[in-house]
């Protein structure tokens, strides 16, 4: 028993050990990436690949980080913040073409979980052969007051570099050429998938202008040309000087835009590939926030709202002091009022901080008198019911008081009574010691005269004399005895 009890515990022991060790490896982890991955361009071809953050879910606002490049096929024409996610800056990005780096480092004072981009890099193709980019150093702090580096994984790419570019063709096309030609092998290429890691859904609405679009090829796909229009049904008319796979478009008008992709084969050029992207780079428009009474006896509200003219209004949030006190989604703000949330009232610094549908934020502030307002209650429990002055736990608290004072008043009679009556036992016992004093001396006389008178006989034997001696000897231990037991009780009786 005692040997598998010991197991056990070792057992639970090595569990909690691995599980304290293992506590960090679960924790959410950020990467910088680099995006596009990958791509096929020219020598003298410029080409962008932005370096993004992916924070794994968790709320991040700073990061610095190192990216290396491959400075024999590569050279870096400029370094863009434009779209980025950070809006504060140690220093303004740096690149260093004989060193082959890039060096950044920045923060914003708004915390994000999503995928945001820190800055643009502009490429330039150099000499042919394979390029090597990656993040060599990094760091992302989480938003936890802390500054807990989170970074975990840095991002590589590859580039192919070609000292033949392709020479521009910049025919326009209404429709898919399906006719083939002469000299037709197969059909005219399908319309391309197009994916944009920066604005990955259609129908959401994002702040950045700067974005990245990705699309595949076949081996047979000879050429490709793109055009970026806010018409919905435009034909690309954009022709690169040798067939890609991705592009960076930067300024992005706010708005709804189309990017719309062509793949040509020997057959001709084929269906033209769209994605919709939705951009707002404008906050809501500025507001106030007030506390009023509705009327009617209803408690006091908070009074905000504002409007968002192409994205259209997301949620507020009431921040107390520093404290997210609540979120309420513009939806269910329809009169413009919301309740006090829960805190203790008075003098209070309330924040209001209204976003757009794209993350563009507003906000107002004003210190306001708030009134107390209690937290929710738990689940199954009930509000106090509130009475008069004659509650049950007031009259059960006076009963009791009376029945205190009832139960004092008894014991002092009952002591007094107790020292009444202790006072008449010590005066009786006090006459029983004197009446005993009174016969034990009249006792004691009579005897010493038969003494005296039976010693003046002469025919006392030795016998009859030892018991008188013995006889007065008893008589003087009873009356010790007699007279200690009365001290006693004495002493008993006055209860020391």
Request: proline letters at 5%; hydrophobic letters at 40%.
């Amino acid at each position: 028993m005692f040997s598998l009890t010991r197991e056990r515990v070792w057992g639970a022991y090595a569990f909690l050990v691995v599980a304290i060790f293992a506590l960090p490896f679960f924790a959410h982890a950020a990467d910088l990436n680099l995006t596009p991955a990958s791509g096929k361009h020219a020598v003298g071809e410029e080409f962008n690949v932005q370096v993004t953050v992916d924070p794994g879910g968790q709320k991040v606002n700073a990061s610095d980080g190192e990216i290396t490049f491959d400075s024999t096929l590569l050279t870096v024409s400029k370094v863009s913040k434009d779209g980025s996610s950070f809006s504060l800056w140690t220093s303004d990005p740096t690149f260093s073409n004989s060193a082959g780096t890039v060096d950044y480092s920045g923060g914003t004072p708004s915390a994000f979980s999503n995928n945001g981009t820190i800055i643009t890099i502009t490429f330039k193709g150099k000499a042919k052969g394979t390029a090597k980019v990656s993040v060599s150093k990094g760091s992302v702090l989480a938003a936890d007051g802390k500054g807990t580096d989170v970074y975990k994984n840095g991002g590589t790419a590859s580039y192919d570099i070609s000292d033949a570019p392709a020479v521009a063709d910049n025919t326009d096309a209404n429709a898919a050429d399906t006719s083939g030609g002469d000299g037709a092998v197969g059909p005219v290429p399908l319309a391309p998938t197009i994916n944009s890691p920066t604005h990955p859904k259609e129908e959401s609405w994002y702040s950045t202008s700067t974005a990245i679009f990705t699309w595949n090829i076949l081996s047979e796909d000879t050429d490709v040309r793109t055009l970026l229009s806010q018409s919905d049904g435009d034909t690309p008319k954009k022709n690169f000087k040798k067939i890609a796979t991705s592009t960076t478009v930067m300024n992005v008008p706010d708005g709804i835009s189309y990017f719309y992709v062509q793949l040509k084969n020997d057959s001709g050029w084929g269906a033209v590939g769209k994605k919709k992207i939705q951009i707002d780079t404008v906050p809501p428009k500025a507001f106030d926030v007030a506390l009023v009474d509705p009327g009617g006896g209803a408690a006091p509200k908070l009074s905000f709202k504002t409007d968002d003219d192409l994205s259209g209004m997301d949620r507020y949030e009431i921040i107390l002091e520093k404290t997210i006190a609540a979120t309420i989604q513009a939806a269910a703000l329809t009169e413009g009022t919301a309740p006090v949330p829960p805190q203790k009232g008075g003098d209070t610094l309330v924040t209001i901080r209204a976003y757009d549908k794209a993350g563009n934020k507003t906000e107002a502030t004003k210190t306001l008198k708030l009134p107390k307002v209690d937290p929710p209650l738990a689940a199954g429990e009930t509000a106090p019911v509130q009475t008069g002055f004659w509650t049950l736990e007031r009259i059960l608290l006076i009963l009791l008081f009376m029945i205190l004072a009832a139960l004092i008043t008894w014991i002092m009679r009952t002591r007094n009574q107790m020292n009444t009556d202790r006072s008449n036992l010590l005066h009786r016992v006090a006459e029983i010691g004197d009446k005993n004093d009174r016969v034990f001396s009249a006792m004691r006389e009579q005897f010493e005269q038969m003494i005296k008178d039976l010693d003046e006989k002469p025919q006392l034997t030795p016998q009859e004399r030892a018991f008188l001696e013995e006889t007065k000897e008893v008589l003087d231990i009873a009356e010790e005895q007699i007279n200690t037991g009365i001290g006693e009780l004495k002493h008993l009786i006055r209860g020391h």
